[in-house]
Structures are given as C-alpha cells and as structure tokens.
C-alpha cells in the first residue's frame, strides 16, 4: 500500500451545524456534495463529514463512543503567533478549547480544541521540519 491518506471522515451528530463550523466558521473550501454528506478540499486530503450512525454502520462497527477517540487531527502553522491566531478563530467558530496553545515537551508549541462532535484537533508550530504540504 502505498503511504498516503486520501480523505479522512469525522462521524458527526448534525451535518449542517458541522458544515456550518468547517465551511463558515473556519473557511474550509467545500466541494459539491450531497446532502447526507459533505466533503472540503484540504491541499492534499479530503475531510469528509457524514453522520456518526451512518459511519459506523457503513463500518459495521456500534455507533456508541466516549471520551478519547484515540487519536487527534493536526494543523501546523510557520509560527507561535498563527497558531494563537488559529485557536482563536476556531473558538470563535465554536469549537471548545482543550488547551491554551503553550511550549511544549519536544520543543515546539502547540494546543487542542474539539469541534462541534468532540474530535480532538491540535494546532502546531515545530520549529525543526515542517509536517505536510505547503500552502499553494
């Protein structure tokens, strides 16, 4: 297999209200999609937003789930300054703030939020190699 993440899909609780807090809240480019889904383009990946008893039957996994999920998204950015910046746009848009973006353990800076379903995102700045594709 060869090593790459085509799209990643959040199972969430209202389609619109999720859409409203990537599209609007923080200005991620949705594509054309139908109304029991919808799909951003994100320089290189794909989020894709479908409901969370849909997805897990889809998987044919149960539907029920808390706390920690097990893993997290994450968003680098150049510098210390647009990783506070990010966080504050994304509690703006709604999103719970999980912790305060600060130095961190191995060097660089970073912090988390939830959005509207709870999945974990964490907003980065390492100063020592840059993780992913640049901005086009």
Known sequence: MKPRISMITLG???????????????????????????????????LGLYGREALAEDAMVPGAGE????????????????VDEAMKEAVAAGATLVK?????????????????DGHLWELAHNPFVWIGPKDS
Request: net charge negative.
């Open 12 to 46: 969430v609780d209202d389609i619109e209200r999720s859409v409203k807090f990537y599209r609007d809240g923080l200005g991620f480019p949705q594509l054309e999609s139908p109304p029991a889904v919808a799909f951003f383009t994100l320089n290189g990946t794909w």
């Open 67 to 82: 706390g920690f999920s097990g893993f997290s998204l994450a968003h680098n950015l150049d510098s210390e300054a647009e």
């Open 100 to 116: 305060t973006p600060q130095k961190v353990f191995w060097g660089g800076y970073s912090g988390y939020f939830k959005d509207p």
